[in-house]
């Protein structure tokens, strides 16, 4: 019978799914036809197999060709079938023997002479397939990613030709342990980390939101120090576990993004200019990519200048805010992709930034301070943990030299060490507590709940707020090594939801 069957993977958002190429020979006119969803990509990758198939030496079969990729719902997108679909071609026309495609996924894009390009989403492949425990075959451009997943069964390939003898006289093939070790994390350098002078305040709070991956608003006029306490947050976050470096990954992968064995467990930070558009950073398009928020996950999306950032794309920020995921939605189907990311923001008071500063004068009317702080919601702030004023410096204390003794080195490992017994007791870090978690982990005496429940009410604060600051003062407890919140850590966190900048909007 002149049919055969071989195995490749579709990409859907960060997830593969397994897709089976079916390739029959007829008699009649010769022709070649693709069916099950393909899009252009795919009926164009009729020419380059053919081409490759005649350029590496072969045969290409002149009889009636009928290609489906199953299943036939799923459209199917992009040149990664190309190398699937010259196999299943040449075992259907007795050139390769069927059986040795059998428990075999093949992923790759054909040059027309043959060689083997490049694909994306090979890291979601490459743990599709050894959930499976399948031999999955990679194009050698793909070689960082088999690297990274270190999965003993995968194997990469130059050309059609080098897969075809591999195949029918077992020739060896680059697997992982022939590629480069991954390499021992590093963590970003602690210099410069002493430029800050003072905000003495501002210091704390920002070791607060990185001990809980809280997040963090900076409200201060130009020039007091915002960027760079935005940048020792950055420095203080330990690096990524193998299980969140992986998910990263399979992100970045899925987005085209190149992979590097040497940052591999680095956090992500992704820094979008404040024209970014509300599909650039949920994700979205034509075909449904991920956006920012995605590209942040496990690490930081930093908005400078908040206020500048269009409305309706802050707002678009609420939900995955809340559950650390965002589903772009599409007519023929529903993309879930990863977005656990810690918010961290910074902006003017005022239009021409200096409302807060007792050294400059504002030239802003109270109605535009009002209409220029009406840009953010009330619902997007209250999901903020922190919000903090950042003064500016007089020049003495500017130009006189530094004495900081600070030991960032020293805090950034109590971080992780905070970090560490979090993950120990919750499962997760305290921001992701869930309601009924929070009674479990943030327990309270009857005295620190009639407290918190009457500065609650005095200032007007809604019940998300009141959950954020409980989650809040549990992490300065254990980054104190206290092992109850005490009144202390409830008040200084009710002190990070102030800010008078902002009662207009906040509750």
């Known amino acids: ?20 190429v079916e390739t029959h020979l007829s008699n009649g006119l010769p022709g070649f036809a693709i069916v099950g969803l393909p899009e252009t990509a795919v009926k164009e990758s009729k020419e380059r197999v053919r081409s490759a198939i005649i350029n590496s030496g072969l045969d290409f079969p002149s009889r009636r060709i009928t290609v489906n990729l199953a299943p036939a719902d799923l459209p199917k997108a992009g040149g990664r079938y190309d190398l699937a ?52 075959i990679l194009p050698l451009a793909n070689s960082n990613e ?10 990469c390939v130059k050309s059609l030709l080098q897969l075809i003898d591999h195949l029918t006289n077992k020739t060896s093939l680059i697997n992982y342990q022939n590629l480069p070790r991954r390499q021992k994390p590093m963590l970003c350098s602690v210099h410069g980390f002493s430029e800050v002078r003072g905000q003495a305040g501002a210091k704390r ?18 020039g007091s120090g915002k960027t760079l306490l935005a940048n020792i947050l950055i420095g203080l976050l330990p690096n990524l576990n193998e299980a969140e470096a992986l998910e990263v990954a399979m992100v970045k992968s899925a987005a085209k993004l190149q992979l590097n064995g040497a940052n591999w467990q680095q956090r992500p930070i992704r820094t979008p200019h404040h024209s970014a558009t509300a599909v650039s950073l949920v994700g979205g398009g034509s075909k449904a990519n991920p956006g920012e928020i995605s590209l942040a ?49 910074a902006m003017n008071p005022c239009p021409c930034g200096y409302a807060s500063d007792p050294t400059h004068e504002c ?17 997007l702030l209250d999901r903020l943990d922190l919000i903090i004023e950042v003064p500016s410096l007089s020049q003495a204390e500017l130009l006189q030299h530094s004495n900081e003794t600070t030991d960032w080195a020293d805090i950034r490992n109590k971080i992780e060490q905070c970090r560490e017994l979090q993950t120990q007791r919750n499962g997760k870090l305290n921001s992701e507590l869930k309601i009924g978690e929070i009674e479990q982990y943030c327990q309270l005496s009857t005295s620190l709940r009639k407290l918190l429940a009457n500065t609650m009410d005095k200032l007007s604060m809604s019940a998300r707020a009141t959950h954020r600051v409980i989650k809040m003062a549990r992490t300065i407890a254990d980054f104190e090594n206290s ?3 005490r009144k202390r850590d409830i008040l200084e966190a009710i002190s990070y939801r102030r800010c008078q900048f902002l009662k207009s909007v906040i509750r």
Request: proline residues 4%.
């Open 205 to 222: 709070a920002v070791q607060i939101a990185a001990a809980g991956r809280h997040n963090l608003l900076m409200i201060g006029p130009p």
């Open 146 to 155: 088999l690297a990274l997943v270190a999965y003993s069964k995968g194997y």
């Open 297 to 345: 996950h496990c690490g930081v999306l930093f908005l400078d200048e908040l206020t500048q950032f269009k409305p309706s794309a802050l707002d678009a920020l609420r939900e995955p805010l809340e559950s650390g995921e965002i589903t772009v939605s599409r007519a023929n189907y529903r993309i879930k992709y990863p977005a656990n990311f810690q918010l961290l923001a």
């Open 1 to 20: 019978m002149s049919l055969a069957t071989i195995n490749s993977r579709a990409l859907l958002g960060v997830d593969t799914i397994e897709v089976t």
């Open 85 to 136: 679909i010259a196999l299943s071609i040449l075992a259907a026309s007795g050139q390769l023997d069927k059986d040795s495609l059998g428990e075999i996924e093949v992923l790759g894009e054909l040059a027309l002479d043959g060689s083997v390009r490049e694909v994306h989403g090979a890291v979601s492949a490459i743990i599709g397939a050894k959930a499976k425990n399948n031999k999955i």
């Open 363 to 379: 030239r802003c009317s109270e109605d535009k301070v009002t209409r220029y702080l009406g840009k953010l919601s009330g619902p």
């Open 483 to 485: 092992a109850q919140i």
